[in-house]
Nanobody
């Protein structure tokens, strides 16, 4: 069974940095994309950053130049380095991956449980 587990959230002052990690467990045959989403109170979940199997990345305009998504395939881990954090970055951050578990012919979205990021002085 495939599971995604996030870590690294917390409370940070404006201008500070955090690095989120998402570790995948379970066997897969293929993965298409790994991404980070966030959801602030009263708002819809939004895409923050995505990396595909070819290593191409894309970012929300609001985080370009401040956030970096990366992956370590050997560790089944995707990271989100967040620098120069702002109060409006406060949200629950979710790891998302579109993948095919071993023995399953159809791909689907998998989500982590989320990690809280709070930016406040």
């Amino acid at each position: 069974q495939v599971q995604l587990v996030e870590s690294g959230g917390g409370l940070v002052q404006p201008g500070g940095s955090l690095r989120l990690s998402c570790v995948r467990s379970g066997s897969i045959s293929r993965i298409a994309t790994m991404a980070w989403y966030r959801q602030a109170p009263g708002k819809q979940r939004e895409l923050v950053a995505r990396i595909n199997s070819g290593g191409n990345t894309n970012y929300a305009d609001s985080v370009k130049g401040r956030f970096t998504i990366s992956r370590d395939n050997a560790k089944n881990t995707v990271y989100l380095q967040m620098n120069n954090l702002k109060p409006e970055d406060t949200a629950v951050y979710y790891c998302n991956q579109y993948l095919w578990p071993i023995g399953v012919p159809v791909g689907s979205d998998y989500w982590g449980q989320g990690t809280q990021v709070t930016v406040s002085s």
